[in-house]
């Protein structure tokens, strides 16, 4: 089959590899329809996220069933048209059955461990995501193996195109988990960092959740135009950390946004002076947005991480956060708790997904998605690519 595969650092080639093939009875395999780059990917792509061999990227997929292990049961038949949450994840263990998928006990046995180290003692399993993450192949790909196919798989009624169901895959469950995590009721100002895919998600998540007033906050015009004209947001282009805090201060009257969102992670664009801190410091990347989220939310205010953060970093504002009495939360997005009940927002017409694509290419000019989407040209938002 064709699939896209890492080489090494900003090298993805689509090659010819081996088909996919039942592993274990619970498995299934899938013809993928559609997939899609997620700003997930580009960590890997960057080198900052190690893989030393090459491996099939991508973890938001969809398609038909072409086969099912044994142990699959009548959870999915052969013809069945799905989508497949991002984690890997069995479904029985302890953080399964607590609706915490993504730190499974069992899809990732090399380097699963409680510490939530740099190389080791990594959470669960995620598709198309390096070694440390279970070493599974992903999606980008004509076909792909699915484990525990009885419990991640959720099938997508025929009312719905592809591209209107995709991001249930991971960027819609996660931009949902944002606004979750801080226990939105209904009323609050939220402060979104990062106009991106995830970042429009967790305002359309926002929305649907009561929020009265939702701004999004990003380095670049056109994002920002994206997310204005995709999910109603009111937008602030930053120009440095100062500056934007005081923006969304002077909108709640000074106190800072109830919560706030990051949806940016490690990799935000930085300056010389950035970078040689972070050489200095040892460290990857930079936290200066998730610091930046500590400011501009209120005091006892909640500030959720859906951006990637992967390395220790010196002088984190810890006296800040105490100080303010600030609940922070993050993580990889619980995806099949939420799954069921979006994909009905969705069949109820209640949010629209597929408005955020602004690129669909073939498989075989995936290395040039990856491009555009890193790079920022093109306007680009999201990719979709077609096996």
Partial sequence: MKALVIHGMRDVRVDTVDDPKIEDARDAIIRV????????????????????RPMVLGHEFMGIVEEVG???????????????????????????????????????PDHYGPEGGLLT????????YTDLYGGYNGG???????????FGPRVIPDSLTDEQALFLTDIFPTGYSG???????????IAIFGAGPVGIMAAKSAWLRGAARVVIVDTLQYRLDKAKATANVETILWEDAKSTVEQIRAVTEGRGADVCVECVGFEPDRDLLDRAKAIIN????????????????????????????ATPFDNFPIGQFFDKGITI????????????????????????????ITHRLPLAEAAHGYDIFRNKKEDCVKVVLKP
Avoid: M
Avoid at 33 to 52: F, K, M, V
Avoid at 121 to 128: C, S, V, Y
Avoid at 179 to 189: C, L, P, Q
């Fill in 33 to 52: 329809t559609s997939t899609a780059i997620c700003g997930s990917d580009l960590h890997i792509y960057n080198g900052s996220i190690p893989q030393p």
């Fill in 121 to 128: 003692e990594n959470g669960g399993a995620l598709f198309g």
């Fill in 70 to 108: 044994k142990g699959v049961g009548g959870k999915l038949k052969v013809g069945d048209r799905v989508v497949v949450p991002f984690p890997i994840a069995c479904g029985t263990c302890y953080f399964c059955n607590h609706e915490l998928p993504g730190h499974c006990e069992n899809s990732n």
């Fill in 282 to 309: 040892l460290e990857k990347g930079s936290d200066k947005v998730l610091t930046t989220c500590l400011s501009a939310v209120r005091r006892g205010g909640v500030v959720t991480v859906l951006g990637v953060y």
């Fill in 179 to 189: 606004i979750d995590w801080a226990d939105v009721k209904g009323g609050e100002t």
């Fill in 329 to 356: 939360r993050g993580g990889q997005a619980p995806a099949q708790k939420h799954i069921d009940k979006l994909l009905q927002y969705v069949v109820e017409g209640k949010v629209r997904l597929d408005d955020i």
């Fill in 140 to 150: 980008q790909a004509e076909y792909v193996r699915v484990p525990y196919a009885d």
